[in-house]
């Protein structure tokens, strides 16, 4: 059930007439409901596998709190790792070998029937955060139900942004209509659907081919490919999380904002500021931090500081190209601290703004090749086309409006007064907006694409 189709619509219209004409003690237990039906429609077998996790997570968090003792927090953390490992990596892994016939084990003869549970790598973080945080005895009590809707919110279940308990316990018990969420809530799902839908799988469209058969196409196509392939990442997850926020708005909730223009971004630093903030924040406060954090000197900073990078490379996938997406993060996040130290955008004048935007954004972008190509084969091939003379183009007109478009989006976010400017207009705003986007969306003629990050 994408966001982005008529079967959320549908679904969410249902959800949201049942859940604010009913008292509002039964409301958590509404949500409960519809997010069990929302992942079911998925899968019902991995609902079901879900759901035990998440009592066997929460037995471990009673255990925690109950007794205080640390074996509750390693078996809890360890389960839930084990779960991601298998599906994501050692599953992936035997389904290779048999499938290359180096390999025969009966009982998992139908591996091929198995796929990856959707949205595992979002919710065990997600249950590990929480492990974590009752060990520090930042809460004291953990109702069940509280706990299953936490982790089964449907607008955040399957992509994120990765919440931690003290971002949505105290919502609970207190979610309200309100105009101003239902006008935030508006606003976020029309500029979801404008990311995904009208940029994002319009730049899919252009870049799918490309990708597919290099070897067609001249040497600017492929090098304005891995610039179209960032905003197409940006736009999908971005406008994903817009969903998400627009869909928990209108039910009474706030979840985190994931993105802020990183794409204006003047160092690396501040790029993971400003990409997928809860997964930075997360890797931040529950592997850096006690790594060491920047209580260690240089060199175990630098060390400590790919290490998680390239972690967080291998959360994103299970090839061995993520992980090098990641480590080369990590190194360059390494040579600009010992560079240039901790680089001030506030100290920089307009031009050194420019360059290093353009810097960042290019290096970003020819390292997303290692996200998008999965091996180190076809990413040599897709690269060395780059010297064609001759082949198909995709710089025509409308890829240079889906760049531009991209931009103005990234700016819009980045100024956070646009908003004041607008709100007088808002009651007219939100109508003609909304006719705007429905007429662009019923002139596209192909079906969407999925979300990317529903793979991860």
Not at 230 to 245: E, I, K, M, N, P
């Amino acid at each position: 059930m994408l966001f982005n189709s008529i079967d959320y619509f549908f679904f969410f219209i249902a959800c949201y007439i049942t859940y604010w004409i009913s008292p509002s003690r039964f409301r958590k237990y509404i949500l409960i409901v519809f997010s069990l039906l929302f992942y079911g429609y998925w899968s019902g077998s991995f609902l079901i596998h879900f759901v035990l996790f998440i009592i066997i997570t929460h037995l471990c968090v009673i255990g925690i709190l109950k007794t205080k003792r640390k074996i509750f927090l390693i078996l809890g953390v360890s389960i839930n790792l084990l779960n991601l490992c298998f599906f994501k990596y050692v599953l992936t892994y035997l389904k290779y070998l048999m499938s290359e016939g180096e390999l025969t084990i009966p009982f998992f003869q139908s591996l091929s029937e198995f796929v990856l549970p959707l949205a595992i790598s979002f919710y065990t973080f997600q249950m590990i955060a929480y492990l974590v945080d009752a060990w520090r005895g930042k809460f004291t009590e953990s109702p069940f139900v509280n706990f299953l809707l936490f982790i089964l919110f449907f607008p955040q279940l399957i992509a994120g942004p990765i919440m931690r308990h003290d971002d949505f316990y105290d919502q609970i018990d207190h979610a309200k209509l309100t105009l101003d969420f239902v006008q935030r809530g508006i606003f976020h799902i029309l500029s979801g659907l404008i990311k995904k839908v009208l940029i994002a799988d319009q730049i899919a469209k252009l870049i799918n081919p490309v990708y597919a058969n290099p070897g067609e196409y001249d040497g600017i196509s492929i090098f304005l490919s891995t610039f179209a392939f960032s905003f197409q990442v940006y736009g999908d997850f971005s406008g994903y999380t817009d969903l998400a926020r627009g869909s928990a708005f209108l039910l009474g909730y706030e979840i985190p904002e994931n993105f802020r223009s990183p794409f204006l971004s003047v160092s690396f630093a501040e790029l993971w500021s400003r990409w997928h903030y809860t997964l930075s924040t997360w890797i931040r406060d529950y592997l850096y931090i006690p790594l060491g954090g920047n209580r260690v000197t240089e060199l175990r900073y630098n060390i400590n500081t790919i290490i998680v990078m390239s972690l967080s490379g291998l959360w994103h996938g299970n090839t061995y190209t993520f992980f090098l997406w990641g480590f080369f993060h990590g190194i360059f996040l390494s040579i600009e601290r010992f560079a240039f130290g901790k680089p001030n955008r506030s100290s920089m004048t307009p031009l050194k703004k420019v360059f290093a935007v353009i810097w960042i954004f290019t290096i970003f972008s020819v390292l997303a090749t290692f996200f998008r190509i999965d091996t180190l084969e076809k990413i040599s091939t897709f690269w060395s086309s780059v010297i064609n003379l001759k082949g198909k183009i995709i710089y025509k007109p409308d890829f240079w409006g889906l760049m531009i478009g991209s931009y103005i989006l990234q700016f819009v976010e980045f100024k956070n007064y646009f908003k004041e400017k607008l709100e007088p207009y808002i009651l007219w705003l939100i109508p003609v907006c909304t006719i705007l986007v429905y007429f662009a969306l019923v002139k596209i003629e192909a079906a969407t694409e999925t979300f990317i990050y529903f793979q991860f």
